[in-house]
């Protein structure tokens, strides 16, 4: 709905949209398919904002994770550093935090190969601008 609502122009609906996310934080994450495919921009919105609804702030970092993980992009990759800081670390406890990192060290950029491009993917757009 999120999506439909730039391809149509309509910002309150836009708006309304980002709210019900921040609001519903964590069940969007855990039931909405399309959370993967939210732009960085939109995510980092979302993050800002006081108003975040989660259980604990670890929850949220598991979150990033799963808008990486399901669909890697170089577009994420890049995005995930300014998201990171967004969390409110002082508020995940010590051994969450060592988890964290701990996860955050496997973290890897996707790979790309040359000869397997999946048609719309990050790696296709790239290579059409150096033709």
Not at 69 to 92: T, V
Not at 93 to 119: D, F, G, I, T
Request: net charge negative.
């Amino acid at each position: 709905l999120f999506s439909r609502s730039h391809e149509v122009h309509c910002e309150p609906l836009a708006e309304r949209c980002l709210d019900f996310l921040t609001l519903a934080f964590l069940s969007v994450v855990d039931q909405d398919h399309g959370f993967p495919d939210l732009d960085p921009a939109v995510l980092e919105d979302v993050l800002s904002r006081d108003e975040l609804v989660c259980t604990c702030e670890f929850a949220v970092f598991e979150a990033l994770l799963t808008w990486y993980n399901k669909r890697a992009s170089m577009k994420k990759y890049a995005a995930l550093p300014e998201l990171l800081r967004l969390l409110r670390w002082h508020m995940i406890r010590e051994e969450k935090r060592a988890k964290a990192m701990e996860q955050l060290s496997k973290l890897r950029p996707p790979r790309a190969h040359a000869n397997c491009v999946e048609v719309g993917t990050d790696a296709e757009q790239e290579g059409a601008g150096r033709r």
